[in-house]
């Protein structure tokens, strides 16, 4: 991966509030993220880790301007990009990307590979002379045959079709790819070569990425920095092996607790670990 130790953050979020309306004329908001702050540094993979309702994927879509903060800013290349307009968002897109969940609902099943992937780039006129051209190569960076061109998503397995995802999310040469649970609907083996695709791919392009994921082992993998968010909080963040190893708060060691291992006997001492963790934290919602 890229050394980025001196570069200039590419993304900051800082003091990000948001807020969902409650039913009721005189209800409060309800508030998903209390101030929550982050930096992604250029060719970098920042994991954002937590439990389904911690806020992780708000957070995502804040930054791709799928939701409006309360209050907070969030820059992206030093531009204030929290409250862009349609076109400002829309150009704002060759450098934002977003790889979803479920590859089986992101990808129009009645478009072939080659329809999704041009689609992009015959919305710009300066490339649909290299249209063809920028198909095959992404193909070849995703690990897709040429012929995939003239199939139809349902014709690939998951993990293809996630494989198609990310070629388009690579069309316009983006910097920053928000990864939205992408490999949480494969199988075990699946994940391990669409993580080891998403590495390939910084290591050959540079792009940086916010990985968003309820798995903490997942985020090990593939991440530079890890936060962790726990109701609406980021409550640690730091260097990926240091917080993945010796994490400090018990919400992080009940995630790691948590994690699958291969191992049956280390799997039913962590069991009994997250037991005795819980019981001294007094719940299990709250560490």
Request: aromatic content about 4%; charged content about 25%; overall charge neutral.
């Amino acid at each position: 991966m890229h050394d980025t130790a001196s570069a200039a953050p590419l993304l900051v979020a800082k003091d990000v509030v948001v807020e969902y309306p409650r039913k009721g004329f005189r209800a409060k908001p309800f508030q998903v993220l209390h101030g929550v702050s982050l930096d992604i540094l250029p060719g970098e993979t920042v994991g954002l880790v937590g439990e389904s309702g911690s806020g992780k994927t708000t957070l995502g879509r804040a930054i791709l301007g799928l939701v409006q903060p309360a209050s907070g800013t969030i820059t992206f290349d030093g531009q204030d990009i929290t409250a862009l307009d349609r076109k400002e968002r829309r150009k704002l897109s060759d450098s934002i990307q977003v790889v979803f969940q479920d590859p089986y609902t992101s990808l129009n099943p009645t478009m072939t590979v080659g329809d999704i992937l041009s689609e992009p780039l015959l919305a710009k006129p300066e490339l649909k002379g290299s249209a063809r051209a920028r198909i095959s190569e992404l193909l070849e960076q995703v690990g897709l045959p040429s012929g995939a061109v003239d199939k139809y998503p349902r014709e690939f397995s998951g993990g293809q079709r996630q494989r198609v995802a990310i070629a388009r999310a690579l069309a316009l040469s983006p910097r920053l790819i928000v990864c939205d649970e992408p490999v949480s609907a494969l199988d075990l083996s699946t994940q391990a070569r669409v993580l080891d695709l998403f590495i390939e791919i910084q290591e050959r392009t540079g792009v940086a990425y916010l990985f968003v994921s309820h798995d903490l082992s997942v985020v090990r993998h593939i991440s530079h920095r890890v936060a962790v968010m726990f109701k609406g909080d980021i409550v640690e963040y730091g260097d990926g092996d240091q917080v993945t190893s010796h994490p400090t708060h018990p919400y992080t060691q009940k995630l790691l607790m948590s994690a699958p291992v291969a191992d049956p006997r280390r799997q039913r001492e962590r069991r009994e670990e997250r037991r005795l963790l819980l019981a001294g934290t007094g719940s299990e919602g709250q560490p």
